[in-house]
């Protein structure tokens, strides 16, 4: 195997609000491989935007390493570290607030492209400025290039942050939820420029987002990590995830959400919760976090031992799921049965 | 569950605003009925002036909106009125009584300070409802029904109860005065998948036990096809195609609805195969002549380019308006037979 650009090892982040600490990670492996399409895919507050952050280098995790093609980026200095920080880029949920307003599409994309002295004169940045504009399809150049956003579309907008990531030549772009503030019709659009950018640019894409459906898309050929609370419950091929999956959660999850399809969503099966509640990221119950809502619970199991993420014996296919039973190889029943 | 009986007509209803850089036609004769105890979705993208046209059915648009043109006749116990004929009193009553909305992200719409149980007191006595202890009965009743443990919540403040609990609360205050229909905007965006599905569940369930009618408006097509009887598209502020749900997904007449279908994805059966529609959403200043989708539309022809489509029933209950019908029909069967 070869080593994976970036890896989470064993990292826990947690904030601190007045007294109280908000575990927001609690210990995440995760492998990014080379030009794989991987998703990050949970609710809110599952801490996947805190995941894409800490990849990105723009948060330090509190315990655990990040490691960029094997080494750890604490102990990078100099011209390594900068060229880590110039090697993942991060493109942001909402393209309104994350271009400033004063600034036209000209500076915006020049500022980078000095910073890390890729050019040396106006001109040379105002070429590459169209370039990279061209690469994003936002055509015919000479229209958008001296506008500011707020003439701009949302489509464009957030295609204008697209470049704005792809001014460093990263080898990895964290998309977090780069397309949910995006009309359906034109997110497609955008989803596919993002997939094109692999093989055309060599790029590594971690998308995060909280519709299955979309990351189903998105990374067909590649891999869903699927987040609860803080953690990673299951990761593996997307078709075995969409179409098999395994933790109770993940399965919760999909039997949840509607399709576009009259037939289809109503002829549903939907799981059932034993609670309806999200705990608090500050009284997480204890083992495992979904325990007191799974349907599947196992009494002095789940509450006792916090599930690690591990393969489940006779499941093949690279799925691996953090739920003690099934890792243990029992067959699931459901509590109170 | 529905019988025939009209509850609410919208005919030809305009709906412009003013602006600095000149009058905006946000919504463009846009006609439909609704009837007992149905659910009509309204779906299309921002812009497309759903969210005006749900505030003009109550009157509660901006200060820089007129409605230009046209009639809104709410039907009940066999007494009709025309929404923009009444007066101010009238219309408090009308808004509750008959028709209440619940907005975008009213998870946050209860007041802080308060508890619910006082908000929902003081929502019955607003309407002349003076009997506390009827109020607090409903109430309690409607806890139950939306599935909340009833006297906790009655007596809690809404920063004690969770996003899930607080939708839940507010379904029920909006069915306090048993109203004949409910408007709800984009009702499940910003919850979470599990929470969105409880919501949903929970509206089923009392719609059902209440029998009123929803209009509830949403860009998000797998909710309408999970909770509506009907469907509207719209577009550029008018409704370009109206239908039973099976109609719109299985039988799109319009290219709009074909291209918004085509560019969502499934989550079961495989991969998709998806495109989006070219283009951005028209200004709604200077909007194209003819169909104003023409410019991203993939059948467009000089004809639509001049002449804006009528609005035709094309099958029983079926309405769209497009000039290329037929080849819409035919490329969505071809598109059905490739799979």
Known sequence: MPTPILQLDDVSRSFKKGRTTIPVLQNVHLDVNRMEFLCLVGESGCGKTTTGKVLAGLLPPSSGRVLFEGQDVRTLKGADFKRYRRAVQIIHQDPYASLNPTHSVAQILSFPLFRHGMVHTTAQARERVAELLDTVDLTPVGDVIDKYPHQLSGGQRQRVSIARALTTLPTVIVADEAVSMVDVSIRISLLNMLMEMRDKLEVTLVFITHDLALAKYFAWQGRIAVMYLGRVVEIGPTPSIVEHPQHPYTKALLSAIPEPDPALTRAKQHIALRSEDIPRLTELPPGCAFHPRCPWYVEGVCEQVVPRLERIPGVNGGVEVACTPLTEGRELTLYGS | ?339
């Open chain 2, 1 to 339: 569950m529905n019988n025939n009986t009209i509850v609410l007509q919208v005919e030809n209803v305009s709906v412009t605003y003013r602006s600095r850089r000149g009058p905006v036609q946000a919504v463009k004769h846009v006609s439909f009925d609704l009837r007992k105890g149905e659910s009509l979705a309204l779906i299309g993208e921002s812009g497309s002036g759903k969210t005006t046209l749900s505030l003009a059915l109550i009157r509660m648009l901006a200060d820089n909106a007129r409605i230009t043109s046209g009639k809104i006749l709410y039907t009940r116990d066999g007494v009709t009125r025309n929404v923009l004929e009444l007066s101010d009193g009238d219309l408090r009553t009308l808004r509750w009584r008959d028709c209440a909305m619940v907005f975008q992200g009213a998870q946050n719409a209860f007041n802080p300070v308060l508890r619910i149980r006082d908000q929902f007191m003081d929502t019955a006595r607003a309407h002349g409802l003076n009997d506390r202890e009827w109020v607090r009965r409903r109430t309690l009743d409607l806890f139950q029904l939306v599935r909340l443990d009833a006297q906790r919540v009655y007596d809690a403040y809404p920063h004690e109860l969770s996003g899930g609990m607080r939708q839940r609360a507010l379904l029920a205050l909006g069915v306090l005065l048993d109203p004949q229909i409910v408007i709800l905007d984009e009702p499940t965006t910003a919850l979470d998948i599990l929470t969105q599905r409880a919501i949903i569940d929970v509206l089923n369930q009392i719609q059902e036990r209440l029998n009123f009618s929803i209009i509830f408006i949403s860009h998000d097509l797998a909710l309408a096809a999970e909770m509506a009887d009907r469907v509207a598209t719209m577009y550029a502020g008018e409704v370009v195609e109206i239908g039973a749900v099976e109609d719109i997904f299985y039988r799109p007449l319009h290219p709009y609805t074909l291209g918004l279908l085509r560019s969502v994805p499934k989550l079961s059966h495989g991969q998709d195969e998806l495109i989006s529609i070219p283009g951005n959403p028209p200004d709604l200043i200077n909007p194209p002549p003819g169909c104003k989708f023409h410019p991203r539309c993939q059948f467009a022809s000089d004809h639509c380019r001049k002449e804006t489509p009528p609005f035709e029933q094309h099958a029983p209950g079926h309405s769209a308006a497009c000039w290329h019908m037929d080849r819409v029909i035919a490329v969505h069967a071809e598109l059905q037979q490739s799979r």
